[in-house]
Every structure is written in structure tokens, then in C-alpha cells.
């Protein structure tokens, strides 16, 4: 994530949480909470998940060549040529499904209009942050509702350690609780939990080449299984899109 200039991006401020979790569960669509959240509490995790990122076998060239995914995946040419039945194409249909798009995340997420700081760690938050839109594609969580969001940063907070994660989906599942009185929603969220920490690390992934493998092929290397709790909730998800 974007962080100021001078201000140190590893401080947890709870209180800062609390008051835009408030705000994000009043409405769901507030998606600029969601980037106040992972400001007030995701810091700690960053050096962590750098440190690890390091150690894979891609990962010193990727941060030596720092490409900004935001800017590529904004790219209709880029997005464009991905061969049918690819990552690439299941993400180029969830942003003509959803009107999503990568530059739109980048700007919402830019709470202060920072400029872009050269350095390492906020490069690797914002990569962060440009990738989620994909580990929606290859997850089958839906971005336009609560639960396929709730279950995704689940799933975030078992691959990443960020505590941002966390507090939104148990906020979000304690929620849907006192409004159902049903477990199915927080049986969905701990599945996506789950499914986080039985899958590969995905920070450590190169998105340039995952883009074009087949999306099937790609969440069986990478051990993504599909969400059956999740689909029992939602019966017209389609998991191959």
C-alpha cells in the first residue's frame, strides 16, 4: 500500500481500524476503509513477506526489476493478448464482469495522493495490492459481494500474516451472524482461510508468467482448491470462470 513520506509503514493503530471497520461494514462498497484498515494493521507483515520473497528462487529479479503491475495490467494491449482459458483471460473477464480495474485499485488505495516512493518495501505493497484483484480469478471468490470479499481476505490473511486481513473478515463474519443467525457465511470465511494456508505462497508467485498459464493448471500447482462451502452459498457461481 501507498504510505507517506517520513512515516514509518510497520506501526499498528488499532484505533484508526475500529473506526473504518465501523465505516466498511455500514457499507460494504466503501472500499477506501479497506485500505485504511490495511495501513492501521497489515504494517508488521511487509518486511516479513519481503524477507521471504527474497528467499524464493524469483523473487531477487523481481524486486531488482520492481515492475509495477498496476501499470501493466491497465494496459487494455497487455490485457488483451492472453490466450483463451488462461489466467490472463479469466482476469481480463472478471474486470468487462466487474468494471474493475487495476489503475482504479491503485488510485482508491492512494488515500493521500502520495507520489510513488522508489523503495523496495512500498514497491512490494503496492504489488500487494495489485495482485488482489487476480487471487479473486483464481480463488472463484466473487469481488461484487460480501461474502466472496470476506472469504478472499481470509484467504489473504493465511498467505500474507496481515492482521488487516483478519479483522475485517471476522468483523465481517460476525456481522452476517447477528444478522442471519446462520454459520454458513463464517463457515465460508474459515474455508477461505484454510485454503490460504494449504496453497502455495502466492506473494512469491510471478504474475507476468502466471498470467498466461491455463487457470486450471495453475490452481492445481499452486494447491487452490475450489471453495465448496463458499459454492454451497452461492449455487450459480461458476468456479471455472
Not at 523481481?62 to 483463451?84: C, G, T, W
Amino acid at each position: 500500500m501507498a504510505t507517506s513520506i517520513g512515516s514509518s509503514p510497520y506501526k499498528q493503530d488499532v484505533l484508526t481500524a475500529f473506526k473504518a471497520i465501523r465505516k466498511l461494514l455500514a457499507d460494504s462498497n466503501d472500499t477506501e476503509q479497506v485500505f485504511r484498515i490495511m495501513r492501521a494493521l497489515n504494517g508488521p507483515s511487509m518486511p516479513r513477506n519481503f524477507s521471504r520473497l527474497l528467499s524464493t528462487p524469483d523473487g531477487r529479479r523481481m524486486v531488482y526489476q520492481r515492475i509495477e503491475l498496476a501499470e501493466r495490467l491497465a494496459d487494455p494491449d497487455y490485457v488483451s493478448r492472453f490466450a483463451p482459458g488462461t489466467v490472463g483471460a479469466a482476469y481480463r473477464e472478471f474486470l468487462e464482469k466487474t468494471g474493475y480495474s487495476a489503475d482504479g485499485l491503485a488510485r482508491i488505495s492512494n488515500l493521500d495522493q502520495e507520489p510513488i516512493v522508489e523503495d523496495a518495501y512500498m514497491w512490494f505493497g503496492r504489488r500487494t495490492r495489485d495482485i488482489h484483484d487476480i487471487w479473486h480469478v483464481l480463488t472463484g471468490y466473487r469481488a461484487d459481494e460480501s461474502l466472496g470479499e470476506a472469504a478472499l481476505v481470509a484467504f489473504s490473511y493465511a498467505q500474507t500474516g496481515g492482521k488487516g486481513w483478519a479483522f475485517i473478515a471476522v468483523a465481517a463474519s460476525i456481522k452476517s451472524l447477528r444478522v442471519s443467525r446462520s454459520l454458513g457465511f463464517a463457515s465460508a470465511v474459515l474455508e477461505g482461510y484454510r485454503s490460504g494456508r494449504r496453497a502455495a505462497w502466492l506473494l512469491g508467485e510471478d504474475y507476468e508468467k502466471l498470467l498466461h498459464e491455463p487457470i486450471e493448471a495453475a490452481r492445481l500447482r499452486l494447491g487452490i482448491a475450489q471453495a465448496v462451502r463458499y459454492l454451497a452459498c452461492n449455487p450459480v457461481q461458476d468456479w471455472t470462470s
